[in-house]
């Protein structure tokens, strides 16, 4: 693993909770994820089963976890199978985890080789009366591939048809929801490696670039910080910056455009979730300039609006308020085509705002919670609106991670800038920075650089450039 090892307490007190809200004399199971298979025979790295490491802290595949709170014998209540490893296969894979490493890591006592399963498995659902499986229940999941766990639950009721069977899913999102002090301070964490990222590529961003590039200076601080990217990032300039789930990064970034990023870092599996819209060439628009800030006042609202005991669907339908006023300030829409006056159907601010203004966030980028209830206070909210113009090339969203708490919500990424003057210095500091940098290691003065045609970032042989980039294309 890249990160810092993490004290067992943590799976323990998880597995603890987890006991207190099965019914009396139920046996609950949690398998690992599969490694895909790509083409030949080739595979995908692991992703671990967010619910097993939550559980556990165990990334390992081929691994279960079995708890039975209430089995006869003491030492069957918590087991942990795994993998039992062999010269061959960490030859080619490397290390396997001993049993005394994952009693380490999980807390867990009692560790046994995947071979044992069955046969204790068997024993235990005879003494049960309850079986809690597991399954992929986010309801913005589309499953097309059968799963492990899912295997296992139809391999599971074919074998003991008569069992009476629950969901553990629903158990899992209620207590994943709300995070703990060390589950905290791990998406902090992440939130601190975007952040070097972001820093790093303000330095970067100019007329010429590619988006392609910008993506490779956060992989390069994600990595070096023992991060990775949390989900595929969107580097989008241009009329990109329009597209949602724009993830090709193959453009060129033109002088006069916007750069949206929306890129987090991902931690010890924790995840942060960061958007930043940027000028390419340093300095908004006068017209970019007020859609940003009128996105980031929705932001600023939306973030104080996420309270304990509020619906999620009524968070949202204040940020579409806030949303509407804003799009007629901006001349998007008339007053008259307001939600007051027109139908909920299909709201005139859809053309311009048409996603939710945030979600629930943790192990998974888009993380489980029951949404149908009220926000709770330790529930980890990202906060996202945007204003997408199509017919003017551009649009800007804008995106923080909130720790939601009854005295007042705490914004995870309040030392990234976000205000566009911070941004706009921000990105001239880094670049004069990295030009004074580059002439000392040339041996010439920034001013004597200019004059030998090397890029300042903002002086004209950079505009002569940016016009000669845009003819090639």
Same mark, same amino acid.
């Given at each position: ?7 067992? @307490? ?177 998406? =902090? ?13 303000? %330095? ?59 890129? %987090? ?165 880094? @670049? ?18 200019? =004059? ?22």
């Amino acid at each position: 693993m890249r990160y810092a090892p993490i004290d067992s @307490k943590l799976f323990t007190d998880h597995r603890n909770k987890l006991k207190k809200l099965l019914l009396p004399n139920s046996l609950a199971v949690v398998n690992s994820n599969d490694i895909l298979p790509t083409n030949a025979d080739g595979v995908l790295l692991l992703r671990p089963n967010s619910d097993l490491f939550y559980l556990t802290g165990i990334e390992q595949e081929e691994t279960i976890l079995l708890i039975y709170p209430d089995a006869h014998e003491e030492n069957q209540r918590e087991i942990l199978f795994l993998r039992e490893p062999n010269p061959l296969a960490e030859t080619w894979e490397g290390h396997k985890l001993t049993k005394e490493e994952a009693r380490k890591i999980s807390g867990i006592k009692r560790v046994e080789w995947l071979s044992e399963f069955h046969g204790l498995f068997h024993r235990l659902m005879c003494e049960c009366d309850h079986a809690c499986l597991n399954t992929n229940e986010h309801k913005r999941a589309n499953i097309v591939v059968e799963t492990r766990e899912a295997r296992f639950v139809r391999e599971v009721q074919a074998a003991y048809p008569l069992h009476d069977y629950h969901r553990l899913a629903r158990i899992m999102h209620r207590l994943r929801a709300v995070k703990s002090e060390p589950e905290v301070a791990l998406i =902090r964490k992440a939130c601190s490696i975007t952040e070097a990222g972001f820093r790093r590529v303000c %330095g970067l961003v100019r007329p010429g670039v590619n988006e392609y590039e910008v993506e490779a200076e956060f992989a390069h601080e994600f990595l070096r910080r023992g991060g990775q990217f949390a989900y595929n990032p969107i580097i989008a300039s241009g009329k990109n910056s329009c597209v949602l789930h724009y993830v090709e990064n193959s453009d060129v970034c033109r002088d006069g455009d916007v750069l949206l990023m929306d890129v %987090g870092a991902g931690y010890a599996n924790y995840n942060s979730d960061l958007t930043r819209t940027i000028a390419v060439n340093g300095r908004f628009s006068p017209r970019q300039r007020r859609v940003y800030d009128a996105v980031l006042r929705v932001l600023r609202e939306t973030s104080k609006a996420a309270k304990p005991g509020k619906l999620p669907k009524d968070w949202q339908k204040e940020a579409e308020a806030l949303m509407e006023k804003e799009l007629v300030d901006l001349g998007l829409i008339k007053s008259s085509e307001t939600r007051k006056s027109k139908s909920e159907e299909n709201p005139a601010f859809k053309k311009y705002f048409m996603h939710g203004v945030g979600h629930p966030l943790g192990l998974d980028v888009h993380d489980v919670a029951i949404t149908t209830e009220p926000i709770q206070a330790g529930w980890i909210l990202t906060v996202e609106p945007g204003i997408y113009i199509k017919d003017e090339g551009f649009g800007i969203r804008l995106e923080n991670d909130i720790l939601v708490q009854k005295g007042g919500n705490v914004d995870l990424m309040a030392s990234i800038p976000i205000e566009a003057e911070d941004i706009q210095e921000l990105m001239s500091k880094s @670049k004069a920075s990295s030009r004074s940098a580059s002439s000392k290691s040339r041996g010439v003065t920034p001013r004597a650089a200019n =004059r030998n045609g090397i890029r300042s970032g903002n002086g004209a042989v950079e505009g002569r450039q940016s016009r000669r980039t845009k003819m090639s294309l």
